[in-house]
């Protein structure tokens, strides 16, 4: 069997650009398992059942598009549309540049999904296209035919109300509540359902873009932002960095923007902008201490955009523009490592990029790691400690919930949405990988590395592969004594922690811990639990630590000492409310609805629709909240929850 995984993979090579390895996940699995030493039993139920059926994964090959740059690629993107918000709809043109990769090449495909194409003209002629059938998950391929000494097309189109990448809001779903909003989010695979474009993370462009919108509304792009700019609804931008198509973003608003340092600012509309300013102050020093540690910012700007409740993400790193929900407005400073977390982007992500969503875990695993040495940077090793912990433990409850094969950092996609796999895999384990070869070679020979990886790889596209050479050719050629491939391939490739994994302590837990023991002992009375100065993480921690069940006794007398049903620290607020949908404490429920019908968050309400789904009671719950929520949430938040009150 591995015989012809390799031979097939080899024969997979000449169709791809830039990568030079089978994948070796498949070829070295029977050795590696042998070492996989992990407790989790899953991992024997992986191993009785390899999957022999499959054909070997090709390296580099996107599944999860339909384009052909390794014909024609697209390398700049012209657009000009007009936002109506009467119709829901964005209408106007695409002029997409590209290169012949290959001369003779007379196709070009696009990615597309749910839109009008009106027309296509190269040079102002017509010329033939083809949209073919739907794929659930894909969406239709655009196939253009491309005239000879043709290097650009026109595409005339429009988008569908329902495009799983914009979210259309009215006044009501507004701070404001006088004017409508939109926002796009094309991570992962939604850049096609406003734009036709080749929807791959390996296609780099640049782009420039007129927007036209209401007279009173600003918009703003993951591109050059001008504050300043008049507000007469025509809105010009261009991004010259090469970009690939997930990091394209467009938000149009009543907003307004306010500078919180030389190269960072915030937009949002009037009600929160000071709010947000306050609580983002220290976006700066992150951005300093950041280029100071791993080399110079590629992007000009650094700005925030903080968009409404149902915005299904934390944050999104759109680049110089990064998309922010409000629920990290604390007042305290306490959940802003989201900030430092889709800055970090800019480096890791934005600058050097994952080729396919197989491996995005080198967007989000490097991301995660630099977040945790950012916050330690500016916060101090308290609060990294306890964020470590934290994202520690989010991890373990992943691995001892998700099947073995959702376990493995290189994740097979094939035939999946990666909008259904989204896990604390990529983000967790992939920091806690980079964490281990950090203690192993010294943390000055570590960054020395990540300078260099960041600078080698700048405004490239690279695999899982690419990374493992990178790595063999530096750190494994010069820490040969500490570091071994069979242990990165093994942490890269399998499901699990390895057993040895780094972990982290926090002193300030310990505290915590013997609070909450002692309380549930009985030693103790809620009144007594001294808490007086903890912070949002101590509490959360305690929450999140609580055995499964609790009495209604035990759980009246925590409310009434600490407040928790009405917390207004969104992420406590959420513990609390998990805690006490699972212990059917109904004084919290009134909370409970308000949360779920105010917030789009998906990470915050996920969990909470699930919990409730147990239970025939707890269904109708649900079902009644997300009836009222549903006309407000986002496509994706609509689509993840939905299951849960059928
Ligand atoms: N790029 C991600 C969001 C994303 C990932 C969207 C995959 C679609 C597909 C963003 O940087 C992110 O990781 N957001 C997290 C932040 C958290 C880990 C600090 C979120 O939204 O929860
Ligand atoms: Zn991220």
């Known amino acids: 069997m591995i015989i012809k995984y390799i031979v097939v993979g080899v024969l997979a090579l000449n169709l791809l650009s830039g990568c030079s390895e089978v994948d ?28 022999v059926q499959k054909e070997a994964i090709k390296v580099g090959k996107d599944y999860h598009s339909f384009a052909n740059p390794e014909s024609i690629k697209v390398t700049h993107l012209s657009l000009d549309l007009t936002v109506d918000f009467a119709n829901k709809v964005l209408v106007g043109t695409a002029q997409l540049d590209f290169e012949k990769v290959d001369a003779n090449a007379t196709l070009l495909i696009l990615d597309t999904r749910d839109l ?51 979210q259309w809001l009215t006044p009501e779903q507004t701070a404001g509540k006088k004017h409508p909003f939109l926002f796009t989010q094309a991570q992962a695979i939604h850049a096609r359902s406003f734009i036709p474009l080749q929807d791959s993370p390996q296609v780099r462009m640049t782009y420039q873009a007129t927007i036209r919108t209401p007279k009173e509304l600003l918009a703003v792009m993951s591109a050059s932002n001008d504050p300043n700019t008049p507000r007469d609804g ?41 709010a947000a300013a306050a609580e983002f102050s220290d976006t700066e020093s992150m951005l300093i201490a950041t280029e100071k540690a791993f080399g110079p910012y590629s992007w000009e700007r650094y700005d925030l955009l903080i968009l409404p409740p149902s915005f299904p993400f934390g944050g999104m790193e759109n680049p110089r523009l990064s998309f922010i929900t ?37 967007n989000e695993g490097f991301t995660t790691y630099l977040t945790y040495r950012i916050m330690q940077m500016i916060y101090g090793d308290e609060r990294f400690e306890m964020e470590a912990v934290l994202g520690r433990q989010d991890l373990q409850a992943d691995i001892d919930s998700l099947p073995a ?70 750190l494994l050629k010069d820490h040969s004594d500490e570091l071994s491939k069979q242990r990165i391939n093994q942490w890269i490739f399998q499901p699990g922690i390895p057993d040895g994994a780094p972990v982290t302590e926090s002193d300030a ?43 209604q006794q035990q759980l009246a007398d925590l409310d009434k000492e600490f407040a928790l049903t009405i917390s207004k620290n969104n992420e406590i607020a959420h513990s609390w409310l998990l805690i006490s949908v699972n212990n059917w404490y109904q004084p919290a429920f009134t909370r409970l609805h308000d949360y779920l019908t105010s917030i789009g968050r998906n990470k915050l309400v996920k969990p909470l629709y699930k919990a409730l789904s147990q239970t025939p009671e707890g269904k109708l719950m649900a079902q009644k909240a997300f009836a009222e929520a549903k006309a407000g949430y986002h496509p994706l938040t609509v689509k993840a929850n939905e299951g849960f009150v059928e």
């Open 24 to 51: 070796s996940s498949k070829a070295s699995a029977s050795k590696m398992m042998q070492s996989n030493t992990t407790a989790n039993p899953k991992v024997d139920q992986y191993e009785s059942v390899p999957d």
């Open 116 to 166: 009008t194409i009106n027309s296509v003209t190269a040079k102002d002629k017509a010329v033939n296209f083809d949209l073919s059938s739907v794929d659930s998950f894909l969406g239709a391929a655009l196939t253009i035919d491309i005239p000879t000494d043709v290097n650009s097309i026109v595409i005339s189109y429009q988008t569908s109300p329902t495009a799983s990448g914009v």
């Open 234 to 274: 025509v809105y010009q931008f261009s991004m010259p960095q090469p970009i690939p198509a997930y990091l394209i973003a467009l938000a149009v608003g009543d907003l307004e923007f306010k500078s919180m340092g030389l190269r960072t600012g915030v937009y949002s509309e009037k009600g929160i902008l000071d």
């Open 326 to 362: 409000p629920t990290v407005i604390a007042g305290d400073k306490s959940l802003v490592a989201l900030i430092a977390h889709e800055l970090a982007h800019s480096w890791s992500g934005n600058t050097v990029t994952n080729a396919t969503w197989r491996d995005l875990w080198l």
């Open 405 to 474: 094969n959702d376990q493995i950092m290189a994740i097979d996609l094939r035939g999946r949405d990666p909008d259904d796999v989204f896990s604390n895999i990529p983000y967790e384990k992939g920091a806690l990988f980079l964490r281990e070869l950090e203690l192993k070679v010294g943390r000055e020979n570590f960054d020395q590395f990540l300078l260099s990886y960041f600078k080698k790889f700048a405004f490239k596209s690279i695999t899982t592969q690419q990374f493992i050479k990178y790595l063999e050719q530096t």
């Open 509 to 551: 837990f310990t505290v915590v811990d013997q609070e909450r023991n002692a309380w549930l002992a009985g030693t103790i009375q809620a009144n007594e639990i001294d808490s007086e100065k903890w912070v949002v993480h101590q509490w959360l921690y305690f929450l999140n630590n609580m055995p499964a069940k609790l009495s």
